[in-house]
T-cell receptor
């Protein structure tokens, strides 16, 4: 089955700096890669997603890149702000699949 | 406000007792899911339903059962709770496969 590995587990950056979180997946049939942000005491919230027919997608300060050959994808947050502090999860699922597999999460701290 | 409602928000349960976690969505999403979240392990899929009347097993289904009698409700039942089922449980829904999830706020369950 699919396996998703996420690194780093903890990331601390200074406000205004960029943050990068990386994930690798094992099943080449995976074609949908969402990213979720989870704030303390809340459920995860979808922040951006990418499909395998696209190499990069941007939404304001966040972007996701996908390398299908290497089977890895990354989340980039630019100009980080204290409110970006949260746990971020990557995930992967296959065409028509209902079994989305999540990475273990990255706790991001943005220091003011 | 459209979304997912989970109940209860937290529960302490004696081992061996039966418990049903409730989940209701008002977005008319076809697919619904139950995940458990444990520290360091991310989110693991317990069961899912791609449409009313059908269910499927996820990564960690043992000890849990679900039903999907209608589009809106997707209860999760622990027939005989054990301490290893202590976790935070999240219900989610999506329009279908390969679409982002909307998560509820979670149920924190402690089995003693």
């Amino acid at each position: 089955g699919e396996n998703v590995e996420q690194h780093p587990s903890t990331l601390s950056v200074q406000e205004g700096d960029s943050a990068v979180i990386k994930c690798t997946y094992s099943d080449s049939a995976s074609n949908y890669f969402p990213w979720y942000k989870q704030e303390l005491g809340k459920g995860p919230q979808l922040i951006i997603d990418i499909r395998s027919n696209v190499g990069e997608k941007k939404d304001q300060r966040i972007a996701v890149t996908l390398n299908k050959t290497a089977k890895h994808f990354s989340l980039h947050i630019t100009e980080t702000q204290p409110e970006d502090s949260a746990v971020y999860f990557c995930a992967a699922s296959m065409i028509g699949g209902f079994k989305t597999i999540f990475g273990a999460g990255t706790r991001l701290f943005v220091k003011a | 406000i459209a979304g997912i409602t989970q109940a209860p928000t937290s529960q302490i349960l004696a081992a061996g007792r039966r418990m049903t976690l409730r989940c209701t969505q008002d977005m008319r999403h076809n697919a619904m899911y139950w995940y458990r979240q444990d520290l360091g392990l991310g989110l693991r899929l317990i069961h899912y339903s791609n449409t009313a009347g059908t269910t499927g097993k996820g990564e960690v289904p043992d000890g849990y059962s679900v039903s999907r009698a209608n589009t809106d409700d997707f209860p999760l039942t622990l027939a005989s709770a054990v301490p290893s089922q202590t976790s935070v449980y999240f219900c989610a829904s999506s329009e279908g496969p390969n679409y982002g999830y909307t998560f509820g706020s979670g149920t924190r369950l402690t089995v003693v």
